[in-house]
C-alpha cells in the first residue's frame, strides 16, 4: 500500500515569504508526526497530531509555525516570514494509533531552502 | 530533559561485524528504538526494546539494559548497502510515542 507522502520534495523560498508543507499518511493512521532534521543531525520532534487536534505542539521553534490537520488526514505545515535558520529537512511520519509501541512510519521529506 | 550520546562515524569492512552503542538519559523510559537512515532518505525503523536483553532480527540485533541507559545495535556480516545512519531514539514517559533522536551514527561499509 501507499507509505506516507510529503509535498513539495524541494522548495526554495526568499526570506520573509510564507510556505506549506503537505504530509499525506498512511491511510487509517489517526497518529501524525512533523519533525525537522538539519544537516547532520537526527529529526526533532516538533508537533504530534491525533486526529484533527494537535495533542502536543512543544516542539514548534516559535509562533511563525503552525500546523493544521482539519480532517483528520492530510497535514500542512505553514512558515511565515521565513528565515535562515528555518532550512532543513521537513519529515512528517504517521502510525497506527499513536500508542508508544506503535512504529511510526517516515514520509521522504520535503527539503527547505530559505535563501 | 533527555541527553543521547552516539558515536558520530564508524568504518567497517564489508562482511564484518560492527557494535554501534548509545547511551542516554530521559525522564521515565517506555522503550528505545532504532532507525536506519539513507542518505537523502527518511528513516525506517529497525528495531524497538522494551526489555532487557538481546533482540535479534536476522543480521541486525539489538540490546537493552534500562539500569545503565545502554543500548547497541549490532549488525553481522555487514553489507554496502548497510553505509547509512544509524539514530537511537530513547522514549521517556510522554503519554504517547514522541521520538526524540540522537545525531546518529555514520556507518561507512568499504569493500
Known amino acids: 500500500g501507499a507509505g506516507v507522502s510529503q509535498t513539495p520534495s524541494n522548495k526554495v523560498t526568499e526570506k520573509g515569504k510564507y510556505v506549506e508543507l503537505r504530509c499525506d499518511p498512511i491511510s487509517g493512521h489517526t497518529a501524525l508526526y512533523w519533525y525537522r532534521q538539519s544537516l547532520g543531525q537526527g529529526p526533532e520532534f516538533l508537533i504530534y497530531f491525533q486526529g484533527t487536534g494537535a495533542a502536543d505542539d512543544s516542539g514548534l521553534p516559535n509562533d511563525r509555525f503552525f500546523a493544521v490537520r482539519p480532517e483528520g488526514s492530510v497535514s500542512t505545515l505553514k512558515i511565515q516570514r521565513t528565515e535562515r535558520g528555518d532550512s532543513a529537512v521537513y519529515l512528517c511520519?504517521?502510525?497506527?494509533?499513536?500508542?508508544?509501541?506503535?512504529?511510526?512510519?517516515f514520509g521522504p521529506g520535503t527539503r527547505l531552502t530559505v535563501l | 530533559g533527555q541527553n543521547i550520546d552516539q558515536p558520530t562515524e564508524m568504518t567497517a569492512t564489508e562482511g564484518a561485524i560492527v557494535q554501534i552503542n548509545c547511551t542516554y538519559q530521559t525522564s521515565g523510559f517506555n522503550g528505545l528504538f532504532w532507525y536506519q537512515q539513507h542518505a537523502g532518505e527518511a528513516p525506517t525503523f529497525l528495531s524497538y526494546n522494551v526489555l532487557d536483553g538481546l533482540e535479534e532480527k536476522g543480521r541486525f540485533s539489538s540490546f537493552l539494559s534500562r539500569s545503565k541507559g545502554y543500548s547497541y545495535l549490532l549488525l553481522k556480516e555487514l553489507q554496502m548497502k548497510d553505509s547509512a545512519s544509524y539514530l537511537c531514539a530513547p522514549q521517556g514517559n510522554t503519554g504517547f510515542q514522541k521520538l526524540v533522536f540522537g545525531t546518529g551514527t555514520r556507518l561507512l561499509v568499504s569493500p
Open positions: 511520519a504517521s502510525s497506527l494509533q499513536g500508542g508508544v509501541t506503535d512504529t511510526q512510519y
